[in-house]
Nanobody, 115 residues
Framework: QLVESGGGLVQPGGSLRLSCAAS????????VSWYRQAPGKEREGVSC????????YYPNSVKDRFTISADNTENTVYLQMDNLKVEDTAVYYC??????????WGQGTQVTVSS
């Protein structure tokens, strides 16, 4: 099971840190990704971290503003989001997948960026 938390309402330019906590399995054996989906838009991947070497990936839309990290002692992956923009408003989901196995998904957490 994956549980996201940390969403909320923030002004443009603000920061939030999302958490993705796993239970029932160990995250350090899984690649973890963060996605978001805004109303009327397709789901978009915003970050991922590899289980093999902790390498990370960000699309240009969030590069240099978002940072993904893993805390294996807490069995949690974080998404630090800085300099938030109105267009970052969405429901954010985390997903964990080991190899080609069936991914686990969380329930999502709402992020709203508004003045």
């Amino acid at each position: 099971q994956l549980v996201e938390s940390g969403g909320g309402l923030v002004q443009p330019g603000g920061s939030l840190r999302l958490s993705c906590a796993a239970s029932g399995f160990t995250l350090d054996n899984y690649g973890v990704s963060w996605y978001r989906q805004a109303p009327g838009k397709e789901r978009e991947g915003v970050s991922c971290i590899s289980s093999a070497d902790d390498s990370t990936y960000y699309p240009n839309s969030v590069k240099d503003r978002f940072t993904i990290s893993a805390d294996n002692t807490e069995n949690t992956v974080y998404l630090q989001m800085d300099n938030l923009k109105v267009e970052d408003t969405a429901v954010y989901y985390c997903s964990a997948r080991r190899g080609l196995g069936t991914p686990h998904w969380g329930q999502g957490t709402q992020v709203t960026v508004s003045s």
